[in-house]
């Protein structure tokens, strides 16, 4: 038989002065705790497969959720939680040593993982080391001995890795093949004096890596410019490295991708810019509304002119500068609409006529 907690007197019962405050069943309600407030906290229990899935890649999943998950029997989820960047360390490293290979992967991909797995987990299988080789967040140390590895493929990813050592770029650079040596070519890492060497490769693909690498000196991005290889200077006229008297002569040269690429380039100067926004084809005009270092005063000026693709690129960024300049909501057409005529690039957020406008149109 249960020992349930009886009274029975109703609440209103209890005449004797402190009474219902010894009631063993009235007493809460007698110091004005409502039954809600007594009620024991509700756990959210995941039970459905698809919710624990979806809660072990969830960036916002607490971190013991994310350990529990890590126990799931179903891989699918534990490959989810590994590849999740807030896994604690201490569940990365648990994971690291999961049966199945999609999970040791994932926790090998995932820059959180720590330096000590990442370097244990470089001795694994190949799509694991594969994996560690292509992680950031790999020790410089790890890097340098899976770079002794007789892998082809291994190879070529240290070649795209920031994290890889110079010296061990350099090394790929000299005996790697033309997929590595382009991976080189593209990386921000790889020395200087290397960059100059695979910018005269024989090999297409590597000159073109070498020309959108911010880390390619300035005289070689110049001689690529000025070399044969259209694409290769089309790359050029993108790179933000690019010396500006190149991306002048690039803007005004005869490949037309690259017009439009050094006219987009936020290092191409101002007064070229304003040069092609007038004389450039419709396609280099387009480029040139989109450059954000553009004067406002001639891409207002370009928006105004006819009706072409050009004008109308203008026109939409004028208005996303009315936007970024003025607080004004992006969705706020009419009061955009009313400033778009007016001198907007010389007003303020508190200025009368943009306060006026989000009078008249307030933002939602």
């Known amino acids: 038989m249960s020992n349930l907690l009886r009274c029975t007197a109703p609440i209103e019962g209890h005449r004797k002065s402190g009474s219902a405050e010894k009631c063993p069943v009235h007493r809460n309600a007698a110091r004005g705790l409502s039954p809600a407030a007594l009620a024991p906290p509700k756990l959210t229990v995941v039970d459905d497969s698809l919710d624990r899935w979806e809660s072990a890649g969830r960036r916002s999943t607490p971190p013991e959720t994310l ?7 179903e891989w699918e989820i534990r490959v989810e939680v590994a590849e999740n960047a807030m896994t604690p360390q201490e569940t990365l490293a648990h994971l690291a040593d999961d049966e199945t290979l999609d999970v040791r992967v994932a926790v090998a991909k995932n820059p959180a993982t720590p330096p000590e797995t990442l370097d244990t987990l470089a001795w694994g299988e190949e799509d694991v080391q594969c994996a560690v080789a292509d992680n950031p967040s790999t020790p410089p140390a790890t890097l340098t001995s899976l770079a002794e590895v007789p892998e082809e493929a291994l190879g070529q990813i240290l070649a795209d890795n920031p994290s890889t050592p110079p010296e061990v770029l350099v090394a790929l650079a000299e005996s790697g093949d033309d997929n590595t040596r382009a991976g080189v070519g593209c990386n921000p890492s790889t020395p200087p004096e290397t960059l100059v060497a695979l910018a005269q490769s024989d090999d297409e693909y590597t000159r073109q890596a070498v020309s959108q690498n911010p880390s390619a000196p300035p005289r070689t991005l110049t001689a690529l410019a000025e070399s044969d290889d259209e694409h290769a200077q089309y790359v050029v006229a993108g790179n933000r490295s690019t010396p500006p008297e190149t991306l002048t002569r690039l803007a005004t040269g005869s490949n037309e991708n690259a017009q439009v690429a050094a006219a987009r380039n936020p290092s191409t100067p101002v007064e070229t810019l304003v040069a092609i926004a007038e004389s450039g084809n419709e396609d280099v005009q387009c ?47 009419a009061a955009i609409d009313l400033l778009r005529d007016q001198a907007w690039f010389e007003m303020t957020p508190d200025s009368a006529a943009v306060v006026l406008a989000r009078t008249l149109h307030p933002n939602a």
Request: net charge negative.
């Open 67 to 73: 350990d529990a998950l890590a126990g799931s029997d």
């Open 287 to 333: 480029g040139v509304a989109e450059n954000p270092n553009l004067p406002s005063e001639t891409l207002v000026a370009l928006a105004q002119r006819g009706d072409t693709s050009a004008t109308h690129t203008a026109y939409r960024y004028v208005g996303k500068r009315i936007c970024a300049a003025l607080d004004i909501d992006k969705a706020n057409i």
